[in-house]
């Protein structure tokens, strides 16, 4: 009697392991939840929603720190005919949207999109693409808005509306552009405003203002 009680408890025993080897969570080890480790992961690549306190524009493009550069008249001394618009592009709708240009309120003028490569501005030859959900810098000695071949002064703490033009053939306005004080980055004005180095793709012309 005492050997038959003795087996029937070891074979409990043997079953008792045998479900716990085949329970869920050895079976499918990816159901389990995830460790301290994998949670901190996760969290590190979550990227944080912009601010639309600090976006301009109430279309699909909305601009962060948006800015054009203050000029002096060009006749004047450090005066140039041309300046730039920079900021931060976003992206907030779900399709990918080409930006091929863009023109101010500030009227007749040259409105061109430019880039650098090894040091040498260039027209940015098919605008500038910016996926759906994304973001684009203009920035100095970066890919830039460009405003040439316009003479008065544009002083710090004026407005510029600023237009984008899309591939597309929509618009879409982005009004009051704070115009800024900026250092001069990677650009380097010639003396009758135009860039050093400044050519069109291959052509090889630069800008005579």
């Given at each position: ?28 080890p990816s159901t389990s939840a995830p460790t301290a480790a994998e949670t901190t992961t ?47 592009l976003h992206n907030t709708s779900d399709k990918d949207i080409h930006i091929v240009g ?10 061109e999109i430019h880039e650098v490569v090894d040091g040498v501005m260039r027209e940015k ?85």
């Open positions: 009697m005492k050997n038959i009680c003795t087996a029937a408890i070891s074979a409990l025993g043997v079953a008792a392991l045998a479900l716990t080897a085949c329970s869920p969570s050895q079976e499918n996760v969290e590190s690549t979550t990227t944080a929603a912009p601010d639309n306190d600090k976006l301009q524009g109430e279309g699909d493009i909305r601009v962060e720190s948006a800015a054009i550069r203050a000029k002096a008249e060009a006749g004047a001394e450090d005066g140039k005919s041309m300046t730039g618009f920079f900021g931060t863009f023109t101010t309120s500030l009227g007749d003028a040259t409105y030859e098919g605008g500038i693409e910016i996926p759906a959900g994304g973001t684009y810098e203009l920035k100095p000695g970066g890919d830039h808005f460009m405003i040439m071949g316009f003479d008065p002064a544009i002083p710090a703490g004026d407005v510029v509306d600023v237009t984008l033009e899309f591939a597309d053939g929509t618009e879409e306005q982005i009004p009051d552009v704070a115009v800024r004080s900026m250092l001069p980055g990677d650009e380097d004005y010639g003396e009758h405003g135009e860039l050093q180095g400044h050519q069109h793709g291959s052509m090889g012309e630069g800008h005579n203002h």
